[in-house]
């Protein structure tokens, strides 16, 4: 790959791997807490991605000033303001998840997946 490329993508390019190592945490690992630890990683790549997607460089933040040229560039609000409401969302699901699993241990007394499926 050409260092260029690299170097101006690279938010991109984290983004996929994080959701990459997110996605291979859940498939493999069978302990339920390691799989909320992966689905977090995998929510933190989406948001670099759209956070990403919405940044323009050498733009501003999106406020009126009389004072400035009529041909800046600004930067695009919306995917920052749905990201915080995603991040918002991320933190409740994760909480919710621990809890679930916290109530699964008292009654099996195991986190380990397929230990809980055998005992079903």
Do not use: E, W
């Not at 190592?21 to 790549?45: D, P, R, S």
């Not at 501003?60 to 695009?76: H, K, R």
């Not at 409740?92 to 397929?114: C, D, E, M, N, Q």
Request: glycine share 8%.
């Amino acid at each position: 790959m050409n260092a260029a490329i690299i170097s101006t993508n690279y938010p991109y390019i984290v983004a996929i791997i994080l959701f990459c190592l997110g996605c291979l945490c859940i498939l493999t690992q069978h302990n339920l807490i390691k799989k909320v630890i992966g689905i977090n990683i995998m929510q933190t790549g989406i948001f670099l991605f759209f956070i990403a997607v919405g940044n323009i460089k050498g733009g501003i933040a999106p406020i009126y000033d009389p004072s400035l040229p009529g041909d800046i560039l600004y930067i695009n609000p919306l995917p920052s303001g749905l990201m915080l409401t995603g991040i918002v969302v991320s933190f409740s699901v994760t909480a919710f998840a621990l809890v679930t699993i916290v109530k699964l241990y008292h009654y099996y007394g195991t986190i380990y997946a397929p230990d809980i499926m055998r005992m079903r």
